[in-house]
């Protein structure tokens, strides 16, 4: 036999990847397509809907002449992105193909179907990757004569601005085409991380667990769709709040994903929330229908438009604000002297109280050096700096909240500390001041309860640093007056802080959504999934997320995030909220962030 007239093919040195076919020229697709032809691959999109096609032509034609407005191409290069385009209606169009990317809707039968036929189709060489984010890899790989060269490259949308793309392999897939695939991905500009074969993968395996919380938060009436959306944007320093996301992803494609999740992991925060399942069947699947979670100008527009749940267009309460002109700030760590810092600045007379004048003058000297470094930043005048710094009384008695018309507390979050605190602020408050908690996960009516006029008392949760951070969760108890939560509303809007409404329960918005998908990530560790790095980074890049799960709770202090853990857990009795035991361990260790110096990492001493 002449070994030369007939060579195998090779998995060691795998051609290289110039053409590319793309199968299903939906969102997606189409988002892929305008990847590869920038990136100077030749690519065939490929769609049984000659309408998908034709409409993945324009949304390349609009993609491409954005950029050139936007100078990040120029007119020449333009026009030769478009000519590597081409579309087809038949599957046979990827015969000549060296990668294959699958892009069909969620559904095991039709992706089955696909990859049957491109193994009469394609060449021997071929590579053919499934972009799918819920469905095994290693069934359809198991289901295709070519296991080997079948691996998954998920995308995240828009796949032309995501940088995360996560690779992944079965059992089945052979090394070599990881490592093309992986290599591609490089040269497209993105960041591929290696993940193995399980639903959502690293990136959505966390991400629809919050997304699914936050739906149900809503579906609860917990909050509006405003106030959960705002609150993660602005509390977190997320590019979306959950509910616009799931409108962008697709109400029923999250469905999909988070009943493959659902059936792997038997996880109550992976089944899907009734509501993502009633409006799929309403076929109100979010910015693609025009209408979700959100009603939008038109399908396929991003621009909102007022409904029936806008707020302000079904009336609201009509109780006054009362007079607020002195505020008392009770307490002497970093969040008392930031929340006493916004009042200041604000032009509010300012009493900042300790357990002694000793504590309450260090608290005023740290407002003292934070508006001076905002003075050399350029944000405020020293004129500016000198009469909020004026406007700051220390004191060492809480008697001197005699005469204020707003009392916060910033103490211990420790409920005993707080109720003692309150009952003296019921002693020494005038009648019709209000009295604020700055809890984030104690119930603010145990404080209210301790005093004798629990309708005075509303939570304002402050996020730290208080100067920076543009969020305040206003929490009204069954107990809280009209016009005490009026109040609390308009003292936000003076102080130019973001106020959103939520209930008396543990968690209340951002930490209800937040902990719980810190704790699974947690999870996946102690799983060996994936590790710390990857983890981080698939959140980054694919989420756009400000920080990974394990820099954050390495920031927080894990014994702050155990804590926070418990209390969800212990309010609500979901087992899928029982702190991770890896967290558990790590704290019992001593092991506590940033501030031990080791947490998830280890940190240089200061």
């Known amino acids: 036999m002449d070994r030369t007239s007939t060579p195998e093919p090779s998995l060691s040195s795998p051609s290289p990847l110039r053409t590319v076919a793309v199968v299903g020229l939906g969102t997606m697709g189409t988002g892929i397509a305008e ?27 609009n993609a491409t002449a954005r950029a050139v ?5 120029t007119e020449d290069e333009r026009r030769a992105a478009l000519a590597r385009f081409r579309t087809a ?29 491109l193994d009469a189709i394609v060449r021997p060489e071929a590579i053919l ?27 995240f949308n828009p796949a032309p601005a995501m940088k995360l793309v996560e690779v992944v392999s079965s059992v089945l897939t052979a090394p070599a085409a990881v490592a093309a695939v992986t290599a591609l991905a490089r040269e497209l500009g993105k960041e591929p991380v290696a993940v193995g074969d399980r639903p959502g993968f690293v990136a959505d395996g966390l991400l629809f667990g919050y997304l699914n919380q936050a739906a149900a938060m809503y579906e609860a009436r917990y909050a509006s769709r405003e106030d959960i959306d705002a609150a993660m944007r602005l509390g977190c ?110 032009g509010y007379r300012v009493v900042l109280a300790a357990r002694s004048q000793e504590k309450a003058e260090a608290a005023r000297a740290r407002v003292a050096k934070s508006l001076a470094r905002s003075v050399e930043k350029g944000r405020i005048t020293a004129a500016e700096r000198e009469a909020a710094l004026a406007a700051v009384e220390p004191a060492g008695s809480l008697d001197a909240f005699a005469g204020v018309d707003l009392a ?46 629990p309708q005075d008392v509303v939570g304002m949760h402050f996020f730290n640093p208080a100067p920076a951070m543009k969020l305040v969760e206003v929490v009204r108890t069954v107990l809280t ?46 799983e060996h999934y994936a590790s710390p790095d990857d983890i981080d980074a698939a959140m980054k890049l694919g989420g756009g997320y400000p920080m990974g799960p394990f820099e954050l709770l390495d920031v927080v202090g894990l014994d702050v995030s155990l804590a926070i853990e418990k209390v969800l857990h212990r309010e609500f009795r979901d087992p899928g909220l029982a702190p991770a035991p890896l967290l558990e361990h790590l704290v019992a260790a001593g092991c506590l962030g940033r501030k031990t110096g080791r947490g998830f990492r280890e940190y240089a001493k200061a």
Not at 69 to 73: A, F, K, Q, V, Y
Not at 491 to 517: E, M, Q, S, T, W
């Open 35 to 61: 990847v590869l032809v920038r990136a100077g691959r030749e690519v065939t999109g490929i769609d049984v809907s000659e309408a998908a096609a034709a409409h993945a032509v324009r949304a390349l034609e």
């Open 69 to 73: 407005r936007r100078e990040r191409i």
């Open 89 to 117: 209606t038949d599957l046979r169009a990827a015969a000549g193909a060296d990668l294959v990317i699958e892009v069909v809707p969620e559904d095991y039968a039709v992706k089955h179907e696909v990859f049957t036929a």
């Open 129 to 155: 990757a499934t972009g799918t984010n819920a469905l095994s890899v290693t069934r359809l790989a198991a289901d295709s004569a070519r296991p080997e060269r079948v691996l998954g490259m998920h995308f």
């Open 237 to 346: 320093g997320l590019p979306m709040g959950p509910l616009a996301l799931l409108d962008l992803i697709g109400i029923d494609t999250a469905r999909t994903v988070l009943e493959a999740m659902y059936a792997a992991s038997h996880d109550r925060l992976h089944a899907p929330a009734p509501v993502l399942g009633q409006l799929a069947e309403a076929g109100l699947t979010g910015r693609k229908t025009g209408r979700g979670f959100y009603t939008y100008d038109g399908p396929d527009s991003a621009v909102v438009v007022p409904d029936a749940q806008t707020p302000g267009t079904g009336g609201g309460s009509a109780a006054q604000p009362r007079e607020v002109r002195a505020v008392g700030v009770a307490g002497s760590g970093t969040m008392a002297s930031g929340i006493a810092e916004v009042f200041a600045k604000a």
């Open 408 to 453: 916060i507390e910033a103490v211990a979050e420790d409920l005993a500390v707080k109720q003692q605190l309150f009952a003296t602020l019921d002693k020494v408050c005038k009648p019709g001041a209000v009295l604020a908690t700055t809890t984030s996960s104690l119930p603010v009516v145990a404080c209210a309860r301790a005093t004798s006029r």
């Open 481 to 526: 007056a009209d016009d005490v939560h009026a109040t609390v509303r308009a003292v936000c809007a003076k102080v130019r802080k973001h106020a959103v409404d939520c209930g008396d329960r543990a968690g209340f918005i951002v930490n209800a959504l937040l902990f719980p998908y810190l704790n699974n990530a947690v999870k996946m560790v102690q």
